[in-house]
């Protein structure tokens, strides 16, 4: 023991920390530090050591053996970090089935990808560069010392792979029931119209249900603000209700939860499902039953959270993805249509009082990144309402001001006179500055209004 330990000097130590520790955590810490989420995590990840011990053996195999597990740990750690900034629960195996479609979804997703694995080469090189110039018992006995840390103050050292294993777990063992649809939980705004078809009775001729991306519940001053355009046409009325209701906490599951009244235990289950899975409660298809044409509209592509496998099980007759409309696609950094621009093929589905309609438009211009370039209306003020200028919370109120500015102007087309309409947010908008969400937003709600126009 006593020659184990005048072998090692200090600058060995020194060494260590700095390559096993320093460099593998400074990321995640800056990470926590610019992001502000409730991350559970140890300011040490002792699971860096094991790779680094492997590193240090002058062995071609066991060098390649460090690197695989190297990239294994780093990407556990940034996937269990990822996991925990997201504003609803979601297990490991979901986030694989939502990553899958990155390239679909918001550009500033794959920057963050780039990112990550930019710094993970970064560190894998400086590894390999550096651990030929080290101690291998400095890092045995680094590993030691942290060891005993982790019952006695797992704040400071722990490991990360204990809670990817159970995360995995929970992701993958789903019993069956788990894989249809099950009741929901949530209150929804389309619950008028579900319990009138369940009762047997009828709805609206006309009914056009909005679920506005991110249109998330600040306060009524707010709300009032954003409102403000579309309540000057009161007069065109039968009757007008606003209000927050429960955040749905991510698209998918907002959009079960009020199109069929159901929910899913694994998002994953929207690429499998098939008919028998509680899909017959969903308005469209019970509205089929009634002679009403069924419509659904989203302005990007239909792959995003296999939207094209499963809307057509839900009973719409029509489904319309960004590239079945002939429009440019000029939002989203090209992937997506601007929104208010397909406000007239809206209005154009309600032209024939005689035909009874369904329509479901998911928007998808107030999404992360809240992109200045989408705004094309500044009416709203932040500095009303002191909220700083530039922030993602700022550019989610004034886009989703803008949406319902538009909203007005769609009310006023002669196609819409007695259309019944809904609006309601999925979820609170998601913020890379994760404090902006709960500095200026109620995380438990979403927005939502509900109206009538008359028909004269």
Same mark, same amino acid.
């Given at each position: ?15 260590a ?6 460099i !593998? *955590?400074?990321?995640?810490?800056i990470?926590? %530090?610019?992001?502000?989420p409730p ?5 040490i990840?002792?699971? %860096?050591?094991?790779?680094f011990?492997l590193?240090?053996?002058?062995k ?6 460090a690197?695989?597990?190297f990239?294994?740990? %780093?990407?556990?750690d ?5 996991? &925990? @900034?997201?504003p609803y629960? #979601?297990?490991?195996? *979901?986030?694989?089935f ?5 390239t679909k979804g ?5 920057y963050l990808?780039y990112?990550v694995?930019c710094?993970?080469c970064? &560190?894998l ?6 651990s030929?110039k080290?101690?291998l ?9 942290l060891?005993?840390?982790v019952p006695i103050?797992?704040k400071i050292?722990?490991? &990360?792979?204990p809670?990817f294993?159970?995360?995995?777990i929970? $992701?993958v063992?789903?019993s069956?029931d ?7 939980? +949530? ?5 008028p119209w579900h319990?009138a078809?369940?009762n ?6 006309q ?7 991110a249109?998330?519940?600040s306060?009524?001053a ?10 000057l ?5 039968? %009757?007008?209700r606003?209000g927050?209701?429960?955040s749905k906490?991510m698209? $998918?599951?907002a959009e079960?939860?009020?199109l @069929?009244?159901?929910?899913?235990d694994n998002i994953r289950f929207l690429s499998?499902?098939?008919?028998t ?8 298809n019970?509205?089929n039953?009634?002679g009403?044409?069924t419509?659904?509209l989203?302005?990007n592509v $239909?792959?995003?959270?296999n939207?094209?496998h499963w809307? !057509? ?9 960004g590239n079945?409309v002939?429009?440019?696609?000029n939002s989203m950094?090209g992937? =997506?249509?601007?929104d208010?621009d397909l406000? !007239?093929?809206?209005a154009q ?6 035909q009874?309609? /369904?329509y479901y438009?998911?928007t998808? =211009?107030?999404?992360?990144p809240y992109s200045s370039?989408?705004?094309k209306?500044?009416r /709203?003020s932040?500095e009303k309402? *002191? ?5 993602? =919370? @700022? ?12 909203? =007005?102007?769609?009310?006023?087309m002669?196609?819409m006179k007695?259309?019944e309409?809904? #609006?309601v947010?999925?979820?609170s908008?998601? +913020?890379?500055?994760?404090g ?6 109620d ?6 209004v509900? +109206?009538?126009?008359k028909?004269?």
């Amino acid at each position: 023991m006593k020659f184990f330990f005048n072998s090692i000097k200090i600058v060995d130590i020194v060494k260590a920390v700095l390559l096993s520790i320093i460099i !593998p *955590n400074i990321a995640i810490w800056i990470m926590i %530090y610019l992001l502000e989420p409730p991350i559970t995590r140890a300011f040490i990840n002792i699971d %860096y050591l094991l790779p680094f011990i492997l590193f240090v053996i002058p062995k071609k195999t066991i060098k390649i053996l460090a690197s695989v597990l190297f990239i294994a740990i %780093y990407f556990i750690d940034m996937l269990v970090i990822t996991i &925990q @900034c997201l504003p609803y629960d #979601v297990a490991a195996i *979901n986030f694989f089935f939502l990553l899958q479609d990155i390239t679909k979804g918001p550009p500033i997703y794959r920057y963050l990808l780039y990112l990550v694995l930019c710094i993970g080469c970064i &560190q894998l090189f400086l590894f390999i560069k550096f651990s030929k110039k080290t101690n291998l018992k400095s890092y045995i006995l680094l590993l030691i010392i942290l060891g005993i840390t982790v019952p006695i103050l797992p704040k400071i050292s722990n490991s &990360q792979t204990p809670f990817f294993i159970n995360n995995v777990i929970k $992701g993958v063992s789903v019993s069956q029931d788990a894989l249809g649809l099950k009741p929901t939980k +949530f209150i929804n705004v389309t619950e008028p119209w579900h319990t009138a078809l369940k009762n047997g009775q009828s709805i609206n001729n006309q009914v056009l249900f909005i679920l506005a991306e991110a249109w998330g519940y600040s306060n009524e001053a707010i709300l009032e603000e954003q409102l403000k355009v579309l309540k000057l046409h009161s007069d065109k009325f039968e %009757y007008f209700r606003q209000g927050a209701n429960n955040s749905k906490l991510m698209t $998918g599951i907002a959009e079960l939860s009020e199109l @069929c009244n159901g929910t899913t235990d694994n998002i994953r289950f929207l690429s499998i499902v098939n008919k028998t899975n509680g899909f017959d409660n969903c308005l469209p298809n019970l509205l089929n039953k009634s002679g009403y044409k069924t419509i659904s509209l989203h302005s990007n592509v $239909g792959i995003l959270y296999n939207r094209d496998h499963w809307y !057509p099980l839900t009973g719409f007759q029509k489904i319309l993805f960004g590239n079945d409309v002939d429009l440019p696609k000029n939002s989203m950094d090209g992937s =997506a249509i601007f929104d208010l621009d397909l406000i !007239p093929e809206v209005a154009q589905a309600f032209k024939n009082k005689n035909q009874k309609v /369904f329509y479901y438009w998911l928007t998808y =211009a107030t999404h992360q990144p809240y992109s200045s370039d989408e705004i094309k209306n500044h009416r /709203f003020s932040c500095e009303k309402f *002191n909220i700083k200028t530039g922030t993602d =919370a @700022c550019r989610s109120m004034v886009l989703n001001s803008q949406f319902n500015d538009g909203l =007005a102007d769609l009310i006023n087309m002669p196609e819409m006179k007695g259309v019944e309409i809904i #609006v309601v947010g999925d979820h609170s908008p998601m +913020f890379l500055k994760y404090g902006e969400n709960s500095k200026y937003f109620d995380m438990s709600k979403v927005s939502w209004v509900h +109206f009538k126009i008359k028909n004269k």
